[in-house]
């Protein structure tokens, strides 16, 4: 609704005109001066609807914990489950002020959890009080992300132990408990005032079971009781919220071209919302680590070909998908011109990318848990800003 103020001026239809005008000039200018927001589509998205894509836009870090102990230790450091303690909220507001100041955007944030075992890093997803409390912190965080300037937050669900679908531990029965932890803590993030998607299992993006005698592309599954398992959230999830503010589960990408082709194959099954009608999340987003076997130009190419292999025509929504790379090596230059020559060659709409604070350099930190996270926060955006993330 447009409110005319001002003199008058001749007639009410000429005001008008004029101060509507006025008006656009002015959104014009106000638009043009602030960087744009992750494009979030509306919901219940079929398979085919494209989003508009606007990217790579300024991407940031994964922002998990806020300090790490001797030996790179952050088990005792998660945020979520301390935020409510003065002391680390403070030190996590500073933290951000600085991050946004280096030049980050986006956040990938998100919380561990899981059944019965309570750490510093992960909540007992079994425990309605320590799940409530959760949900206020998670609330309470992005209220702070979005009071320190930040534009969006891919937030990610990290389900360890035997809650986690992967595991070859994972208990079935605690789907449901799963579900609800998710039911808990979204109202969190869909009202905080930030654009966000919303990643519903870390890595969680299982494969078929490639067998030759099952004809493409109705291969079983590999693991039935983790495809089964997150086949179901989907469900549930696509029943109650719909498929706009989600990009489904999260995926790595794998040294070998046949089995990262049978990930993104098998999403046939997984996001099937029941009776061979599947519905598709709008955007991918992918965990991108080279290695000796493969770099990070080669893992991104492989999943961006699976994509246009099991889509040639585009019906599905897959081939022409922006994807997100929701994890890469932190301030490598190695990977970011990688992944750099990987978008050029493929033209794959990227939005945008964010950093985790794993290090390989030569004079990183060693021994103990560095080889998962060896960079404490406040977490700088030079290398990946250089080359237009």
């Not at 960087?35 to 589509?41: A, D, E, K, S």
């Not at 790179?72 to 002020?97: F, K, M, S, W």
């Not at 992005?142 to 937050?153: C, S």
């Amino acid at each position: 609704m447009i409110v005319f103020v001002g003199r008058r001026a001749g007639g009410l239809l000429r005001r008008a005109a004029t101060l509507l005008a006025l008006s656009l000039a002015a959104c014009s200018a106000f638009a043009a001066a602030v960087p744009p927001r992750l494009p979030i589509g509306p919901r219940d998205t079929p398979p085919t609807r494209q989003f508009p894509y606007v990217g790579p836009l300024r991407g940031g870090s994964n922002f998990l914990w806020y300090t790490l102990g001797p030996g790179c230790d952050r088990e005792p450091y998660g945020i979520v489950p301390n935020y409510h303690h003065a002391e680390v909220r403070t030190q996590v507001r500073a933290q951000l002020a600085a991050m946004f100041a280096s030049g980050q955007a986006r956040l990938s944030l998100g919380v561990y959890f899981a059944h019965g075992v309570p750490t510093g890093t992960a909540i007992d997803s079994s425990n309605p009080a320590a799940v409530t409390q959760a949900a206020q912190n998670v609330a309470n965080l992005l209220a702070d992300v979005r009071a320190a300037g930040f534009h969006a937050v891919l937030f990610r669900f990290f389900p360890v132990g035997v809650i986690y679908p992967p595991n070859d531990n994972f208990d079935p029965s605690l789907v449901g408990e799963y579900w609800n932890f998710i039911q808990a803590i979204r109202p969190a993030v869909a009202g905080a005032g930030l654009a966000y998607l919303i990643d519903l299992g870390v890595e969680s993006l299982p494969r078929d079971s490639d067998l030759p005698f099952i004809p493409d592309p109705w291969k079983y599954p590999r693991n039935t009781d983790w495809s089964r398992a997150v086949r179901t959230l989907w469900q549930d999830y696509y029943a109650a919220f719909g498929s706009a503010d989600t990009i489904g589960f999260s995926s790595l990408t794998d040294d070998d071209p046949d089995v990262m082709r049978s990930r993104v194959r098998h999403m046939r099954y997984v996001y099937d919302i029941g009776g061979g009608n599947p519905r598709y999340p709008a955007t991918f987003a992918i965990d991108v680590y080279g290695d000796t076997v493969a770099s990070e130009t080669v893992k991104f190419t492989q999943f961006d070909r699976a994509l246009r292999q099991e889509d040639s025509s585009g019906a599905l929504g897959w081939r022409d998908a922006p994807v997100i790379v929701a994890e890469t090596y932190y301030e490598d230059p190695v990977a970011a011109e990688n992944l750099r020559a990987a978008m050029n060659s493929t033209g794959r709409k990227v939005p945008f990318l964010t950093q985790w604070p794993l290090d390989r350099g030569s004079g990183a930190p060693t021994g103990g848990n560095c080889a998962a996270t060896n960079v404490p926060p406040p977490f700088v955006w030079s290398v990946y800003g250089h080359y237009g993330f």
